[in-house]
Structure formats: C-alpha cells, structure tokens
C-alpha cells in the first residue's frame, strides 16, 4: 500500500532559481492538495485539484507559484524566481472522491530552503 | 481571509495529566477535522465532526462540535508520551489552525 509520495524530499536553491516539486497522490484519489507549512504554523493551503482541473486557487498564492495535473494523476508545484521567503515544507495531500470521514492522506512533504 | 483560531498555542503536561486544545471560527463551519502531526513528521488525519453538538471518542480522545458549529475542542484524557505532537483543526481541509503543540514530561 504505497501512501501520497512527494518528491525531492529536500530541495536548496539560490534566490532567483525555479523549483519544481512532484507529488504521487495514492492511487485512484481524485482529489489533490498542496499546502505551505512554515515553522510554527499549520498548513497553509495553496491550491487543489479533482482530476486534471484545478478548481481552486489560494488568493495568497503569488503568480510566481504554478500547478499542475495533466493527466489527473501526479501533480507538479512549480515556484519561479524563489525568495528567502518561500523557504517552507511544501505538503501535497489527497483523498478520494467520495469520501464520507473528510480524510486527507498526506505526503513525507518537500522541504524548500532558499538561500 | 476567514481564520480558524486555535488555542493554546503551546501546552506542557506531566503524563498522565489531561490536555484539552481549542478551536474558535468567526464563522459557521460545515464541518471540522482532526489532525496529528508528530515532530519532524506529516499530519495525520484524526476524525471529521460534522453535527450541530457531535461528540465523538477514540479510546483517551474525544472531540466536540460546538452547537453552532464555530468552535470544537479536542481533549486527551491521562496524557501518554505517545500523545505528543502538535494538534490541528481544519475547516473544510482548508483552513488549518495554527495548531497546539502537546508535549508530555514522563
């Protein structure tokens, strides 16, 4: 039983550089989730997807923060032009369709630390 | 944006002491969930309250829905060392509280 994998686990970069963080969600979950989690703080949620649509998007969210779900299965959160300030555990999570307990299955997490 | 407040933000408990944490909405919730997260560890789903007043138990655990559904507690009755990490409410998986972080003096 393989859970929401998240890869790189630890990613550093000079300010200015992209990244580009891949999640695997658990097999047939239609729904995805990435959040932002700084030291201290609960997950900040940044934007979710059923199937390939993204059908929300945090208003926090900078335009330097991109998503995407081509083909409803793996998910990549890119960020362009990193700031000191986009240094956090980047959370990917993902529950079926239906699901009736409101579970999320979260990932091991991506680790970002912009220099 | 709307806030899930969430009270205390730190809590330090000889074990077998009891700890309750606390979440407060300025707004009506359609629901609520639970989550753990241990140190250096990912949240771990809990449990979802969905009623008006709901009271639900996991062995030491029990949670409550307000009945206006604006605020839930989480209570651990006789804290282990098992218990520790810190604890997460969430509206609607996306508004997550700051989270109270438990830890347990053996």
């Known amino acids: ?100 307990t409101g579970e999320l299955f979260f990932g091991e997490g991506s680790r970002l630390t912009v220099l | 944006g709307q806030q899930v407040m969430q009270i205390p933000q730190y809590q330090h408990v000889q074990e077998g002491e009891d700890f309750t944490t606390y979440c407060n909405s300025s707004t009506t919730l359609s629901n ?21 007043g709901e009271v639900k138990k996991q062995k030491r655990l029990t949670f409550q829905f307000g009945e206006a559904k604006k605020n839930s507690s989480l209570h651990i009755t006789a804290t282990q060392t098992t218990d520790v990490g810190t604890y997460f409410c969430a509206a609607s998986r996306m508004r997550f509280g700051a989270g109270t972080r438990l830890t347990v003096k053996p």
């Open chain 1, 1 to 100: 039983d393989t859970g929401v994998s998240q890869d790189p686990r630890h990613k550093i970069t000079k300010r200015g550089q992209n990244v580009t963080f891949r999640c695997d969600p658990i097999s047939e979950h239609n729904r995805l989730y990435w959040y932002r989690q700084t030291l201290g703080q609960g997950p900040e949620f940044l934007t979710y997807f059923q199937n390939e649509a993204q059908l929300e998007k945090s208003r926090l969210l900078s335009d330097r923060f991109s998503a995407e779900r081509p083909k409803g299965s793996f998910s990549t959160l890119e960020i362009q032009r990193t700031e000191q300030g986009d240094s956090a555990m980047y959370l990917c999570a993902s529950s079926p369709d239906r699901v009736r």
């Open chain 2, 32 to 52: 609520i969930q639970w989550y753990k997260q241990r140190p250096g560890g990912h949240p771990v789903f809990l449990i979802q309250l969905v009623k008006s």
